[in-house]
């Protein structure tokens, strides 16, 4: 069992921040950043304080389901919202996954969160409206039914430098949302 990516999805689903998280455990942001991508193990007594700031049991947090999931409807999305832009993860605890899909709305003027160097793909189809596509100096255009293909191994972002909003279904692999 990943107990970080199982952290993460609990804390995900109930719509903390690492920052949060490490907040009210009084830990690290770095700390929570470290358990979560499986770079550190919690003790026991840190294990059931997340848990319990989580608002989770032993027995909850430790039980596989058996029956795997294969069709996810908008009850099982998780939306994050920040003041211009939402993400929208489509399968829940997709981190176990090699595929992470989301759902990203960008309004006017808005840009993505900047996407640091990882060894990885990432694929995006506009659904709705046009972005800028920034790859260190250079920039490239799509518009709906427009689709895009980068290597993690370079910084980027998406902008919407138009005047409605844009919709983007972004798919990355590995997992790292």
């Known amino acids: 069992m990943d107990i970080g990516s199982k952290i993460k999805q609990i804390r995900l689903q109930r719509s903390l921040t690492q920052e949060e998280l490490a907040s009210r455990c009084e830990l690290t942001k770095g700390y929570i950043s470290q ?16 848990l319990n700031v989580l608002g989770v049991d032993l027995q909850y947090f430790f039980s596989d389901k058996q029956d795997e999931q294969i069709v996810f409807t908008d009850k099982d999305f ?18 176990k996954n090699q595929m992470e899909p989301i759902i990203l ?18 694929f995006g189809y506009i659904l709705e409206g046009r972005i800028t596509i920034s790859i260190g100096e ?27 909003s844009a919709k983007v279904l972004w798919v990355v692999t590995p997992s790292n949302f």
């Open 138 to 164: 250079k920039q490239y255009k799509a518009k709906k039914g427009d689709s895009f293909y980068i290597n993690g191994k370079y910084p980027h972002y998406l902008t919407n430098k138009s005047s409605s």
């Open 78 to 95: 998780f939306v994050s919202t920040e003041e211009e832009s939402s993400q929208m993860w489509l399968v829940p605890n997709s981190q």
């Open 105 to 122: 709305l960008l309004q006017s003027g808005a840009s993505s969160q900047e996407r640091e160097p990882f060894e990885g793909e990432e």
């Open 35 to 50: 358990l979560e991508n499986d770079l550190c193990s919690p003790s026991i007594a840190t294990l059931m304080d997340i």
